[in-house]
Structures are given as structure tokens and as C-alpha cells.
């Protein structure tokens, strides 16, 4: 990396963080990283027909992975919609999609934001400026600057706890069993199964993001766009119509 690129990008990320400046062995150092082995492909599936919106899941992230106050690495959001003259409450549980082709990867200039050969995409807190580039180049508004660390931060499947041969902590406190994790390379994993037979929906299909949280009975109107605040995490609304 020659000296104008390294002045560059030590500028972008003194301009977004205000503060925190980037050196140049920050920069130039090669970093050795868990990669995970290709011999999986871990996903999710949401059963939306049998997610309650407890929060069991949010609760149990928060404290799995010491996500700070107000800040979610997963939640369910709660909505009405109007639908056959009736209002209908829906809930719609949201997280890092860990897509195929993760539009956060390319943006972040010191490449701290990177996919595992198993598909999991992760932050490498060591390096992460807090510039916010990946936060925004996100189509799912699953990532977030953490306050107390000053990175980047987001779901990473509990990465830690899949190693160790265990679920994920929202898979494992899901009293209604709406959230399934596995492998899809293997053909007889529960996610393979039910994505062989059932119809199951991703969310931004437009984006081409490949994601790899699959849904069970997604409203259509929730796919492509969610109505209510700019932050899915806040997001409340009655969205009108039939589906």
C-alpha cells in the first residue's frame, strides 16, 4: 500500500470517527483470523409461524455476547397490519443475514469486516476504525457502532459457541423453536430439510445479497421494505392492505 493511500485512508477514518486515527502498521500489518473450515455453510431458519415475540432471543443475545444497553444484535419487531378489514399483529425477528455476497465487506478500508470460509461474517475488533462505512452500506440495518468499544458490531451466529459444537444463544433460548441453525452443506441438517420442502423467503431480494437467514411464512410486504422508523431495531407500524 503506497504512502498517499495509507494518508488516505487515515483522513476517512479521522473525518468519521472525529477522534480515533488510523496508523499505518494499523494499516499494513497481515492479520491472522479464524477462518472456520469450508466444509459447512452455517444458516438460519425463521419459522415466523411459530415466533411468539418473546424476546427470549434479545435477552439472551444481550447477555451471551455483552451487547450494551439499547444497542441488539437481534430482536423481534413488532407490527399490525390491516388486512381483510382486521388488524393483524406480525412480529418479525431480524439479525446479520450473513449473505453470500455481504455488501459490508468491501466497504470497510482497513478490511476488519470479513467472511470465514464457513460463511460467517465477522468484525475484527482489532482493526475496526469505527468508521461506520459497514453500517451503512448494510441493507438489513443489522450493524451498529458499538459505544462502549467503539467498533463495529453485529450478530456473528455466536461464532464462538458454533466452535465449541454448541447453537447459537437465540436458537438455544427459543421457547417456540421458531429459529433453526445448521449446516447447509449437509443434506440431512434440519435447515436443509426444511428449505428443500418448504417455501421460505429472504429478506431485499432486489439487493442480490444472497442472505442467508432463510423465513417461514414471510409476509411479502416485509421482504423488500420495512415500514416505520429509519431503525428496524425501533421500527413500529400499521401498514395497510392486502397481501
Not at 476517512?12 to 480515533?20: N, P, V
Not at 488510523?22 to 473450515?37: F, N, Y
Not at 448494510?138 to 458490531?153: E, L, M
Request: charged share 20%; glycine share 8%; net charge positive.
Amino acid at each position: 500500500m503506497n504512502k498517499n493511500r495509507r494518508n488516505f485512508l487515515k483522513g476517512a477514518a479521522i473525518t468519521a470517527l472525529g477522534a480515533t486515527s488510523l496508523s499505518e502498521a494499523d494499516a499494513t500489518t497481515v492479520v491472522k483470523r479464524p477462518l472456520g473450515t469450508d466444509k459447512h455453510r452455517w444458516a438460519m431458519v425463521v419459522d415466523l409461524g411459530k415466533c411468539i415475540g418473546c424476546q427470549a432471543c434479545t435477552v439472551a443475545c444481550g447477555m451471551e455476547n455483552a451487547v450494551p444497553t439499547g444497542k441488539f444484535r437481534t430482536i423481534v419487531n413488532n407490527y399490525e397490519i390491516e388486512q381483510g378489514g382486521k388488524v393483524h399483529s406480525v412480529v418479525l425477528p431480524r439479525l446479520c443475514n450473513h449473505c453470500e455476497d455481504p455488501p459490508c465487506i468491501p466497504v470497510c478500508p482497513v478490511q476488519a469486516t470479513y467472511q470465514r470460509n464457513d460463511g460467517i461474517v465477522v468484525v475484527d475488533n482489532t482493526r475496526c476504525v469505527g468508521c461506520g462505512y459497514c453500517v451503512q452500506a448494510c441493507p438489513y440495518d443489522a450493524r451498529f457502532i458499538n459505544p462502549k468499544t467503539g467498533t463495529a458490531d453485529k450478530c456473528t451466529f455466536c461464532v464462538h459457541r458454533v466452535e465449541a459444537g454448541l447453537l447459537p444463544a437465540c436458537v438455544e433460548t427459543c421457547v417456540g423453536g421458531a429459529r433453526i441453525f445448521g449446516d447447509l452443506k449437509d443434506p440431512h441438517s434440519v435447515v436443509s430439510k426444511i428449505i428443500d420442502k418448504q417455501e421460505t423467503k429472504g429478506l431485499r431480494p432486489e439487493m442480490k445479497t444472497k442472505p442467508h437467514v432463510y423465513y417461514v411464512g414471510l409476509n411479502s410486504r416485509f421482504q423488500s421494505k420495512v415500514e416505520g422508523t429509519a431503525a428496524i431495531w425501533n421500527a413500529e407500524a400499521i401498514i395497510e392492505g392486502d397481501e
